[in-house]
Nanobody, 122 residues
Framework: QVQLVESGGGLVQAGGSLRLSCAASGRTLSRTAMGWFRQAPGKERELVAD????????ATADSVKGRFTISRDNAKNTVYLQMNSLKPEDTAVYYC???????????????WGQGTQVTVSS
C-alpha cells in the first residue's frame, strides 16, 4: 500500500508561482513512478509531469513545459511540482499518483492522493 498526501495548493494571480508537495508512505519513491495529474471542471484528468527511475527521469506535458518542474527528495520521500508563470487555464484540482507500470497511461497509476485545488485568477 502507498499513501499519498498533497499540499501546497491555493489561490494565486496569473504570473505567480506555487509549489505542490506530495508526501508518500509505504513505498520508497525512488523505485516508483510518480506523477502529477490535474483535472479541471468538465475535463478529463490529464498527466502534467512524471518522474521515475533511479536516475529521476522526468516527462512534462507540452502545455506546461518550461513553466512546471517535477522533482523528488528521496530522503523525505516527497515529490514536488514547482509551478511558475501560472495561467488561468492551469486552474484545476491537482493529484499526486504512484505507479508501477512502464507507461504514462493513467491506468498504470495505482495509488492516488486526495487532490489539492489550484486556482489562478486573471
Amino acid at each position: 500500500q502507498v499513501q499519498l498526501v498533497e499540499s501546497g495548493g491555493g489561490l494565486v494571480q496569473a504570473g505567480g508561482s506555487l509549489r505542490l508537495s506530495c508526501a508518500a508512505s509505504g513505498r520508497t519513491l525512488s523505485r516508483t513512478a510518480m506523477g502529477w495529474f490535474r483535472q479541471a471542471p468538465g475535463k478529463e484528468r490529464e498527466l502534467v509531469a512524471d518522474i521515475r527511475g533511479s536516475g529521476g527521469r522526468t516527462a512534462t506535458a507540452d502545455s506546461v513545459k518550461g513553466r512546471f518542474t517535477i522533482s523528488r527528495d528521496n530522503a523525505k520521500n516527497t515529490v514536488y511540482l514547482q509551478m511558475n508563470s501560472l495561467k488561468p487555464e492551469d486552474t484545476a484540482v491537482y493529484y499526486c499518483a504512484a505507479g508501477f507500470g512502464s507507461s504514462y497511461n493513467i491506468n498504470d497509476y495505482a495509488y492516488w492522493g486526495q487532490g489539492t485545488q489550484v486556482t489562478v485568477s486573471s
